[in-house]
């Protein structure tokens, strides 16, 4: 999450989750983006080629039940 946060403004961050799915993708590792807050994150990040993501942009946490879900396309 700490990585994902601001991913769409810091060019260091983006090098790093680039990286980091180069790796995954050569050793057949799934990757799934936590934390996802903003739509410009979600945008980086599928710009960056992540399909998996989670965050409050789609739902908050709700205890005990389904929280609404948000579809973002």
Same mark, same amino acid.
């Given at each position: 999450?700490?990585?994902?946060?601001? /991913?769409?403004?810091?060019?260091?961050?983006?090098?790093?989750?680039?990286? /980091?799915?180069? /790796?995954?993708? $050569?050793?057949?590792?799934?990757?799934?983006? $936590?934390?996802? $807050?903003?739509?410009? $994150?979600?945008?980086?990040?599928?710009?960056?080629? /992540?399909?998996?993501?989670?965050?409050?942009?789609?739902?908050?946490?709700?205890?005990?039940?389904?929280?609404?879900?948000?579809i973002v396309t």
């Amino acid at each position: 999450m700490e990585l994902i946060r601001g /991913v769409d403004r810091d060019r260091v961050r983006r090098a790093i989750v680039g990286a /980091v799915l180069s /790796v995954s993708a $050569e050793l057949n590792i799934t990757v799934v983006a $936590e934390g996802v $807050e903003t739509r410009s $994150e979600l945008d980086a990040l599928r710009d960056l080629g /992540v399909s998996l993501v989670q965050g409050y942009l789609f739902a908050r946490p709700a205890f005990e039940q389904l929280p609404p879900i948000s579809i973002v396309t």
